[in-house]
């Protein structure tokens, strides 16, 4: 028995390090054959959206790690590209009689008051959002054993296209301002990868989870201007500035450019209360999220390795 794990970004280079690093064998699948470089971990090229490609690949797999996504941030990538590719992961894991597990973002939730907790309706409808939520019910319509553990915006080693990614980390520590979406001052839930990754292998692990909805052990929530600040304490650095980039300017522009318009789409997530629950899952699971001082020294010490030898640090994203 072994793992696969589709795709070579943040969260399947990780996912992949650490089934390694527990004495398991990971074959580690993206289109350009990058991933890391492990003894227990075989890289190889394979196109996982091509419908019969994963079927060797996956011979005596015991569960399907797919942390693919699109090629593009916008609903109409997504539409096009991701229905076909989960589709294609699926069948070839049921042939196979594995697990897939995949992790999730908080769209299919929608706009919500309060905390979003694993019982709070996904509803979403348009845009990514409904995207996210029509993946979710395909899942639970597949005769294959599916987890889904749902995180919110990403920090951590790697992460670079993301919130808490290099548009803050990287400028903190150059010395830049920090421009945010939406308020400064809202409370906003961000996950550790790392923690990410430790309940996506937990919720493999055991059959009692699987065909549910988890959410990833993520620590309480915190302003975008906190966060800016857990930054500058982890690197020893004083006074980081921040600004804002406001609303109704990305709404503006988004009128005539395309990615602005995208970002903008999820503007109410950094407007008004964005938090997320994971106490039930992490009952669930047996685990908690990692102190926010202890992930952001980690996250901090591995960007200045990044910017010091930039050749020499792989990231990667979506499925390579």
Not at 53 to 74: I, K, N
């Amino acid at each position: 028995m072994y793992h696969v794990v589709t795709g070579a970004g943040p969260v399947g280079w990780t996912v992949a390090t650490r089934l390694a690093d527990r004495g398991g064998r990971v074959l580690l699948l993206t289109r350009s054959g990058s991933g890391p470089d492990h003894p227990a971990i075989e890289r190889r090229r394979v196109d996982v959206s091509v419908p019969g490609a994963l079927d060797d690949a996956l011979d005596g797999a015991a569960s399907v790690f797919h942390c693919t996504h699109g090629s593009a941030y916008s609903a109409a990538a997504w539409r096009r590209e991701l229905p076909g590719t989960e589709a294609a992961v699926l069948a070839a894991a049921g042939r196979a009689g594995a697990v897939v597990v995949f992790p999730e973002s908080l769209y299919a939730y929608g706009p919500v008051d309060g905390p979003i907790t694993e019982s709070t309706p996904r509803t979403a409808t348009i845009g990514k959002p409904g995207v996210r939520a029509e993946l979710l019910r395909a899942r639970e319509r597949s005769a294959t054993p599916t987890v889904s553990v749902a995180a919110s915006d990403f920090f951590g080693p790697r992460v670079l296209t993301a919130h808490g990614g290099e548009r803050m980390v990287s400028a903190v520590l150059a010395g830049r301002t920090v421009r945010v979406m939406g308020s400064p001052d809202v409370p906003h839930s961000f996950t550790y990868v790392p923690d990410l990754a430790a309940a996506m292998i937990a919720a493999a692990d055991d059959r009692a989870l699987w065909n549910t909805v988890l959410h990833a052990p993520t620590g309480p929530a915190v302003t975008q201007r906190q966060m800016v600040q857990a930054v500058a304490d982890a690197a020893g650095i004083a006074d980081p500035g921040i600004g804002v980039l406001p609303g109704w300017a990305l709404r503006t522009l988004g009128r005539v450019h395309g990615p602005t318009r995208e970002l903008a789409e999820m503007l109410y997530q950094f407007e008004r209360p964005f938090v997320m629950d994971s106490t039930h899952s992490e009952r669930q699971l047996g685990l908690t999220p990692t102190p926010l001082p202890e992930a952001m020294a980690t996250t901090v010490a591995w960007w200045r390795k990044r910017l010091a030898t930039p050749v020499a640090v792989g990231s990667g994203g979506g499925q390579n």
